[in-house]
């Protein structure tokens, strides 16, 4: 069964659009193999989606073999740390024309800077009573990909020095705590260059996240702008419909593309593939009709009628 182009305008229906430029896999820190991921947006109604673990395409592989297999288009992607102005910003890379250049090294960079910022955060986390914290952690996450947060988390609940996940990130691992440790993530505007020169489309995630004021906001998106950055999630999972509306006014003003995503990490939450606000009418247009990613759709949705995906 072919593949429906995407709408080309946002006209306020409250419909889903089977569209999620924003999930992650065992790749990063989601709990769901990359194919896992993939089957539970077929069964969700996703036909267009990305797969974007932290600052990492290892899933994207697999991802990509089981979208063919169901009918999915999968855009290539990753969801890069960056600073900005001393905040801790992250940028969702659609990568149409697929990873090269400054981006890879960019990507070999990052995970470094992950592998330091989890030693860090096991020393840290064996000062609370958490020993051999970098093992336990691993034990966690698998022997692949790099460690997080919530390894941490769930280490400190299996050694029984917390009750759960949510409580280790309130007394221990959330913003301001002990293992908030904070990575040397390169600037904004370096990493929104990675994404330019390799084809691809720099997509602010979630702005609504960040805790800044409307006007520190703003200053956040000329940034962006001005580094090339190109788009931004108007809707990141379920939000208020008045802000996403003030959202959209500002990513008008600044010629800004609008991108979707859930932001899913595991089943069982109130987040999953597909599940976010509705997105209000618009005169700010999808991401998917980028020029440098209307042809990528355009010819997935072509091959799927064809039955060459």
């Known amino acids: 069964m072919p593949i429906p182009l995407p709408p080309e305008r946002f006209a306020g229906d409250p419909d889903p659009l089977g569209v999620d430029l924003h999930m992650h896999s065992t790749a990063s820190d989601g709990a769901m193999a990359p194919s896992e991921v993939v089957a539970l947006c077929a069964k969700r109604g996703i036909t267009l989606m990305a797969l974007t673990d932290h600052d990492t395409v290892a899933g994207v592989a697999e991802a990509d073999a089981a979208a063919r297999r169901l009918g999915i288009l999968l855009v290539p992607a990753a969801e890069l740390s960056t600073r900005w102005q001393g905040v801790g910003i992250h940028v969702v890379a659609l990568l149409p024309s697929g990873i090269r250049g400054a981006l890879e090294e960019g990507l070999e960079a990052q995970a470094r800077a992950r592998e330091a910022r989890a030693v860090e955060i096991a020393a840290r986390m064996e000062t609370l009573g958490l020993d051999d914290a970098l093992a336990r952690a691993r034990e966690q996450a698998g022997p692949y990909r790099p460690l997080g947060r919530p ?3 769930r280490a400190l609940v299996a050694a029984g020095l917390v009750p759960d996940v949510a409580t280790a990130f309130r007394k221990h691992l959330g913003s301001g705590k002990t293992g908030d440790v904070k990575a040397h993530w390169p600037p904004l505007a370096e990493v929104v260059g990675w994404i330019v020169e390799a084809g691809g489309v720099a997509v602010l995630a979630h702005p609504l996240r960040y805790g800044l004021t409307r006007r520190k906001r703003g200053l956040l998106l000329d940034a962006f702008a001005a580094a090339g950055g190109e788009a931004a999630e108007l809707v990141s999972g379920f939000q208020n419909a008045d802000v996403t509306r003030d959202l959209a006014r500002q990513f008008d003003e600044r010629g800004l ?14 987040l999953a593939p597909g599940s976010m606000s509705p997105v209000p009418r618009t005169a700010v247009p999808p991401v998917w009709t980028h020029p440098r990613m209307a042809g990528f759709v355009a010819a997935g949705c072509d091959a799927t009628a064809a039955g060459t995906l």
């Open 151 to 153: 390894d941490f988390a």
């Open 257 to 270: 593309y609008a991108s979707l995503g859930s932001d899913f990490h595991f089943p069982g939450g109130y």
